[in-house]
Nanobody, 114 residues
Framework: QVQLVESGGGLVQTGGSLRLSCAAS????????MGWYRQAPGKQRELVAI???????NYVDSVKGRFTISRDNAKNTVHLQMTSLKPEDTAVYYC????????WGQGTQVTVSS
């Protein structure tokens, strides 16, 4: 079993920055990939960014150039640095990890005010 715990959400003004963190515990060996999804009210959950153990990344087009995902394999954490935030980034952000099956964190709210 894998447990994922997010932190770092909150309220920020347009143009501001936030850093989300996700700590993995349990059977953490070889959780790959790890990433972040988000779900806005009335919308489907969407992939925001993914990172693999080798360091390769993918981002949804709407956050490219603004968000950066990083991973600390030694500390079993993954981070999402979000800059130039927009109201449309408002959502619950979920940490994701795969180890034989999908694992999800409980979610953390990010609200960007206009």
């Amino acid at each position: 079993q894998v447990q994922l715990v997010e932190s770092g959400g909150g309220l920020v003004q347009t143009g501001g920055s936030l850093r989300l963190s996700c700590a993995a515990s349990g059977s953490i060996f070889n959780i790959n990939p790890m990433g972040w999804y988000r779900q806005a009210p009335g919308k489907q959950r969407e992939l925001v960014a993914i990172i693999r153990s080798g360091g390769s990344t993918n981002y949804v087009d709407s956050v490219k150039g603004r968000f950066t995902i990083s991973r600390d394999n030694a500390k079993n954490t993954v981070h999402l640095q979000m800059t130039s935030l927009k109201p449309e980034d408002t959502a619950v952000y979920y940490c994701y990890g795969y180890r034989y099956r999908d694992y999800w964190g409980q979610g953390t709210q990010v609200t960007v005010s206009s």
